[in-house]
């Protein structure tokens, strides 16, 4: 099994940053995609990013040019790099790994961006 922890929720101003990570841990297969899911209040959980093992990247479009995920596979730790937060990206930020074997979520962090 694999387990993933999220850390760097918090609250923010509009226009504020916030990096969040994810570490994984136990039977990690080596190739793999990581990436991050957010669900807003009173909606569905949907993609935001993610990132293969080469470093392929996909953002979903209200990610794009703002949030950045990177991860280091040495650490098996992803990275999601927050810049010009609104307040409708308020949300649970959930982290995400696929493998050819299995798939595995993190509890989620919050994200609360408001003045």
């Known amino acids: 099994q694999v387990q993933l922890v999220e850390s760097g929720g918090g609250l923010v101003q509009p226009g504020g940053s916030l990096r969040l990570s994810c570490a994984a841990s136990?039977?990690?297969?080596?190739?793999?995609?990581m990436g991050w899911y957010r669900q807003p209040p009173g909606k569905q959980r949907e993609l935001v990013a993610l990132?293969?093992?080469?470093?392929?990247?996909t953002y979903a479009d209200s990610a794009k040019g703002r949030f950045t995920i990177s991860r280091d596979n040495a650490k098996n730790t992803v990275f999601l790099q927050m810049n010009s937060l609104k307040p409708e990206d308020t949300a649970v930020y959930y982290c995400?790994?696929?493998?050819?074997?299995?798939?595995?979520w993190g509890k989620g962090t919050q994200v609360t961006v408001s003045s």
């Open positions: 995400n790994l696929k493998s050819v074997t299995s798939q595995s």
């Open positions: 990132i293969t093992t080469g470093g392929s990247t």
């Open positions: 136990g039977s990690i297969v080596s190739i793999n995609v």
